[in-house]
DNA sequence: CGTGTGCAGTAACAATAGTTACAGAAGTAC
DNA sequence: GTACTTCTGTAACTATTGTTACTGCACACG
């Protein structure tokens, strides 16, 4: 755990500090698909990711899903330190996107190591920085591009944070994270092949030429 | 200026604080409808909302708008913020919704004040909550809803935040503000006025029952 | 090797939103 | 008053997206 924490964080957080998470953060190594947070949750804790991907996902009251953004190596989610100074239910589902590592960090710790650590200040101010642009971006897509050009954003940025031109998703899953339906993906989908843009497989796609 | 900071920021900023404030910032009074952020502007200050209403938008590479939501007395904008830390520019457009005062401070000091004081750290913290909520919020609506609820959530919205059941605006500037087109706008509004929820006018809106 | 299950392809249709075009009403300027 | 501009109402049409329904294929499993 130290190894890894110092790796990724090693520079940009004083040793002090590091220690100081050592002590009182808990290492935790998850598998893909597993579920991190979920909407309406209590939180205990907050993550520092050390490797692998999280996503991050909007639901509504109907259970509509919607894919924010993703998390990589050396981000933390804003979202959960927003909560651990608002109502502190989570207003987000994390899912790993793939295995991933991680340290807890206790929320209690938060606020102490915000008034002591100058390092720490910079990085809660620059994760909500980082998180606020992110998530204007994603409402960008949303707002002002059709599901055609979400869909080509979308495969794009999956196949950067997976670091493979494998899409290894069903339509149906794809249609959840755009929050669309099957067919009008499928849909899409083939017309992207037709341009010879991807090459579709059954539970996975290879992208040619975005 | 003094009175006014004191009144709205009084039981949240220490003294000290509140002198600091006095002594670097620039009081500043705008009219209605005065551009206060452009879009990739460089920023200068810092803006804390005295009174008044402040609506901040985003816009697209082709010039397309679309509301973001309202800052109100007591607000600041958090995306200044997250600009003063990134690349400096803003990503945003924000224009007075009503007349309004305000109190700019400079950039620099933001830093400065973040290490000195914790009332300010709390403020600027709370300020990235509230404002990360509120874009969720933003998306939200966008994401699941369907243009006639994004309607009668705009003029809910901004008869809150005016105060006011008289809505001031043609069909075209709405359309503006929920990225849509007039024609949709005014079918959707005179749906609205059949159900009996609103009453229409030439540049005006009375909202009955919404 | 047949059967069941999940995935993808496609057609036909519905709903929503956007576009173009035009007419008339309300206000403004002269 | 007349001329002009702006705003609103409406029709007709297009484009996009979503829905329903059915097909066949691939794969797993017995």
Known sequence: MIQDLKEQYGNIFEEELINEIVQVGTFKEVPEGYKLIEI??????????????????????????????????????????????????????????????????PIQKMEEWTTKY??????????????LNELLSTLDNIAFQKMDERLIGYLKEKARVNQDDIINNTHQEIAYDLHSSRVVISRLLKKLEEMGKIKLHRNYIKILDL
Chains 1, 2 share one sequence.
């Open 40 to 105: 309406g949750e209590y939180l205990r804790g907050m993550p520092l990711l050390i490797s692998g991907v999280i996503k991050i996902l909007r639901e509504d009251e109907d259970g509509d899903e919607l894919l924010l953004y993703y998390l990589e190596k050396g981000d933390t989610c804003s979202m959960t330190m927003a909560c651990c100074m608002g109502d502190a239910k989570s207003e987000i589902r994390a899912i790993a996107e793939t295995d991933a590592k991680l340290i807890m960090v």
């Open 118 to 131: 100058k390092s720490w200040r910079n990085f809660v101010f620059n994760s909500y920085h980082v998180r």
